[in-house]
């Protein structure tokens, strides 16, 4: 290995008064034509020959095993070849086992991922290393992750979308840190990203959801009648199992591995709602889903039915003199339920437990949506509590004092009385039964 090093090192003048160093040079295929990346060779910790992959930049490629080759010098020089070499693992190595690591205990209460995150992550973390061109994790560099986020921002992807690639991301290297695959963590600069959605999921309106449940076939039909009915995400109604079923509660139970805060819920239903659904499990197994809501499709048949139903797919609103365009989705059916759960006037607590929701705060703020008749009744009750002030005000204001053997005096009872207050009527007439009043008579002369 190291006479071919030698050789390779000739080829391109890199070698320094006879010394061996990193160097790079070109593969060639079997064809004679050569591979588009430059490939380089250093030594390791134990000072044997490694080969990579670089770059089409050959100076980049070049400055790359040059950092190698010195890491490597340091770290044969102060002992700590093992803990260098491990740094030296691919990052195809590196992710592997994270992906393993996660589908056997890296969600919460330390149980696997659900196949949908693991899917998902598996599939950013590859978009990564790809767009990145990573060889190793500690070829990480923050400059180059925000610069692709920031192209990710500019193309119109959905902040929550973007946030979800740099949380898997982040992901794999606090795992890594921790595993000794790199010394620190390279994004720790890395600027809080925002995760508000551009287009917020909307409620539908009760006249929007019976046009819905009329235009959509009977086992759709279902489908959205389950989630307004339960406030279900859609990835839970997917992963409701025939088991999950109590006719006799009735109830559906949502196990932790199915549930957002990997928690067990038991979710109460109507009992006509649970004999439709008792239907759907007549020669299905006790672990067969029970609605068949497929993975790829459901947002396509969601948006086919609201177009049967002539349900707008986006409604602007103007809030703050701002407009904020809201869009109908599977979600839509979730807000629907908390919000009829506020309109039934239950308390917070019980709406927490209900929405298997994380705060009485995130009910109120995100999903809790103001009955456009409540409010325009409220604001018409203030407004007359108004008016009925007024009204009082200018009926005390003319009253005519009674006086006895002299000139009548106007003036006003409720002078030293707060609004809404009772006055006693003398036997005089409209005199005050008071003490003050008495002190007002005029004496005869």
């Known amino acids: 290995m190291a006479e071919a090093g030698g050789r390779a090192q000739a080829g391109y003048g890199l070698v320094l008064k006879g010394a061996q160093m990193a160097f790079v040079f070109p593969k060639m295929k079997r064809d004679g034509s050569r591979y588009p990346e430059w490939h380089f060779k250093y030594k390791d910790a134990r000072g044997e020959w490694r080969e990579g992959v670089g770059w089409r930049d050959k100076q980049k490629t070049q400055h790359h095993a040059d950092e190698l080759e010195a890491e490597m010098r340091a770290a044969r020089r102060s002992g700590k070849a093992g803990a260098i070499e491990k740094r030296e693992t691919p990052i195809e190595d590196v992710k592997a086992a994270y992906l393993a690591w996660g589908n056997s205990q890296g969600g919460r209460l330390h149980r696997g991922w659900q196949e949908q995150n693991a899917k998902l992550t598996k599939k950013y973390l590859d978009r990564w290393i790809e767009k990145l061109g990573l060889l190793r994790m500690c070829d990480l560099d923050l400059e180059e992750v925000e610069e692709v986020v920031r192209g990710k921002q500019l193309a119109g992807l959905a902040a929550k979308s973007v946030l979800l690639e740099v949380q898997a991301l982040k992901g794999l290297i606090n795992w890594s840190v921790k595993h000794g695959y790199v010394a620190e963590n390279p994004l720790r600069g890395l600027g809080r990203l925002d995760a508000k959605a551009k287009d917020p999921h909307r409620k539908l309106t009760d006249e929007e959801l019976a046009a819905l449940l009329n235009a959509a076939p009977a086992k759709r039909r279902l489908w959205y009648e389950t989630g307004a009915e339960t406030g279900f995400r859609v990835n839970e109604l997917r992963s409701v ?183 006693k009527i003398g036997a005089t007439g409209f005199e005050p039964a008071t003490s003050a009043s008495r002190t007002q008579r005029s004496k005869p002369s």
């Open 241 to 423: 199992r025939v088991r999950d079923l109590d006719l006799f509660g009735p109830s559906i139970l949502q196990p932790p591995e199915f549930s957002k805060d990997r928690k067990e819920h038991r979710q109460p239903i109507r009992r006509e709602l649970a004999d439709k659904l008792a239907k759907l499990t007549e020669g299905k197994k006790p672990d067969s889903p029970l609605l068949d809501i497929p993975t790829s499709k459901a947002w396509k048949l969601f948006k086919a039915d609201c177009g049967a139903a002539k349900i707008a797919k986006e409604v602007e609103e103007n809030i703050g003199g701002k407009t904020i365009r809201r869009k109908a989705t599977w979600h839509s059916l979730r807000k629907v339920y908390i919000s009829n759960l506020f309109k039934s006037g239950l308390d917070l607590k019980t709406i927490k437990e209900l929405g298997r929701l994380s705060s009485t705060e995130l009910a109120t703020e995100v999903y809790a949506v103001a009955d456009p008749e409540a409010l325009r009744s409220g604001a018409q009750a203030a407004a007359d509590r108004v008016q009925e002030a007024l009204t009082q005000a200018a009926c005390c204001a003319g009253v005519a004092q009674k006086v006895v053997g002299g000139e009548a005096g106007v003036v006003n009872p409720c002078e030293d009385k707060p609004l809404g207050s009772v006055i």
